[in-house]
């Protein structure tokens, strides 16, 4: 594991697998490639300032540990910026073109703007307006060019990655683990995890039928911490992760713009294709669900995917059906929990679920993950007989719970982890964020305490997937101060602090530069079948590919869909 090149991990040799020279620099090193990859993108309208944030001044010690913040420079750009970043109605445009209204002062942004809008229409890098079948789209927001990412980080988060999903699988079936974990949380939770836990006791539980297999396909969540130089874990996503689909047309974008554009600039200010890792997360998504529908054995079933009404993100989802059925000419079905629930049954031979007289061996989770997605009792049903099923789920409840928020904190106490993954704990642990439980009357004094003590450095998380959820500076106090009944069914979590970049972002045809904050994402593919402490169970655990989402750094949430973030890919220095 190339864990040699990060600064807390730093030892004298290089990585064996190091195949460069340049994968032996110091984590310094490569954020000095990071200010001079500022400098060629600059010449191209993507002007990346690295910036300590007051905080990260204050708080960075004089160790290893500062090797990457002590290395940034503030930089400026010299071209005066109007108005508010986030504002497009307060810019004007020097630009030519009479349908737009840039918030850029660079009059070569709008012809390369216009090249990625028309690609992105050309190529399927779009998202609906709202109606499935409406047919309105709009071209996905996305970064107008890759933005610089430590090629060490990136693939330590790649190699560890796997590790994550071998760790839940296990936890996930681990029922005295679960069930000790997620008490309180259901309790304090309960019309949501509550919820989840019912269904769970009711089928998703060994020796309740639950199935002796499991398909994921995953993404572990981490940033940039520039006080400890390390990736760490935002949170890892078992259930309806998104965005493999156009995660990859985004680096297929960057690299078209990155040929289209070479005749505008120096040679030594080209963005070079070979800093921009191949990313293969909806091959690696649509893979994932064709080995899990083979293994089901079953030559006449179709995939099910449920999906959320009025979804938005349906290009995304399509891509991958579409990838299945040219890989193996299997269908997808699309269906939301509330038709599931008017006209899904259980095959009385097979037990399979069933829909319009079709047989689905696998059901692909999009949705359920979120309260909103069960208005009625009517879903919670359907969720029911899905998981009662003997399809396979992507995923099952046991291994969706299993990435509850309160898990990944559980999971930091010392010796948990040590006890599910033995061999990998260690490096496993250098990802982790600061995690702290509510739970008790001693941990919650002290937990609350330790929030109050500074709530900017802390995050409180509640039960919940999907971004927009959770309470930071402000409202974190005001909850730890004045509501604290329901604080078993959170965590507190030390807050990461990324390198920020001046990025310029494309949304609705308009682009915008507003100086951001970057979350890498590791797509996982994941299939075991048998039992899960054996080795040979696991037929598949592979890299998914990856996503990069940039988020205006004044912005504390996170999510694509959700309206904080653009789709984006790293460049790797
Ligand atoms: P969700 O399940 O809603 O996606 P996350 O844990 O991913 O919940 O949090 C949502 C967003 O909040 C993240 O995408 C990230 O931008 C931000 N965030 C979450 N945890 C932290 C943290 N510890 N430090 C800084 N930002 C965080
Ligand atoms: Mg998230």
Known sequence: MKTTLLPSLASSSSSSSSKSSSSSRTYHQCSCALVVCAAFLRGRGHHHRYRRRPSQTAATNASSSSSLSSS???????????????????????????????????????????EAISWAFQHGLVVAS???????????????????????????AKEITPKFAELYDKVSEDDAFMRETLREAALSDPEFTGRLWKIYEACGKRGNGRLDKELGILRTDYMLDTRSGMPLQVEV??????????????????????????GNIDDDMKLKKENMPTNDSLNQAAKTLCEGWKCMECENASILMVVQEGETNIFDQRLISQKVFETIGVKTIRKTLREINESGRLD?????????????????????YSPSDFPSEAQWEAKMLLEKSSSLKSPSVAMHLAGSKKIQQALAEEGVLEKFMPNDATEMRKVFAGLYSFEGEKNMQKTIQLGLSNPADYVLKPQREGGGNNLYGKELKEKLE??????PAYILMQRIFPPSHQVTMLRKGLAHEIESLSELGIYGSYLRKGDVNSNTARVMNEHGGSLLRTKAASSDEGGVAAGYAVLDSPYLV
């Open 72 to 114: 940034f420079r503030f930089r400026r750009s010299n071209k005066t910026r109007r108005g508010s970043q986030n504002d497009s109605s307060s810019s004007s445009s020097t630009n030519s073109s009479m349908l737009v209204n840039d918030d850029v002062d660079d009059p070569t942004i709008r012809p390369t703007a216009e």
């Open 130 to 156: 709202g109606k499935e079948t409406a047919g309105q789209v709009f071209h996905a927001p996305v970064a107008l060019y890759p933005t610089p990412f430590p090629k060490d980080v990136f693939e330590f």
């Open 237 to 262: 996503n078992t259930v309806s992760t998104s965005f493999m689909g156009l995660g990859s047309k985004v680096t297929l974008l960057h690299q078209h713009l990155a040929e289209y554009t070479k």
């Open 348 to 368: 009385l031979k097979t037990n399979l679920f069933s829909i319009d007289g079709q047989l689905c061996s696998v059901i692909y989770f999009r949705a359920g």
């Open 482 to 487: 004045n509501d604290t009944k329901d604080l």
